[in-house]
């Protein structure tokens, strides 16, 4: 089982059941949820390869 991690609220999503997806820099992100995918592809610079760090979380999709 892969599980991914949704870089905009940092939740767990698992690859294989995850329909909420977006490509970038050819590397896939996951969502839980619709509002977060939303919320990368606006701005996916600030946050491809910041999984780390959670300053700036602006996840308005109630996952927290
Ligand atoms: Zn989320």
Do not use: L
């Not at 870089?7 to 590397?27: D, F, H, L, Q, R």
């Not at 990368?40 to 999984?51: L, S």
């Amino acid at each position: 089982m892969n599980m991914a991690k949704d870089p905009i609220c940092g939740m767990n999503v698992n690859e294989k059941t995850a329909k909420i997806k977006s490509e970038y820099m050819g590397k896939t992100y996951y969502f839980c949820n619709q509002a977060c995918k939303t919320t990368f592809d606006k701005n996916p610079m600030r946050y491809a390869g910041e999984q780390e760090k959670h300053s700036g979380h602006s996840c308005d999709c109630g996952c927290r």
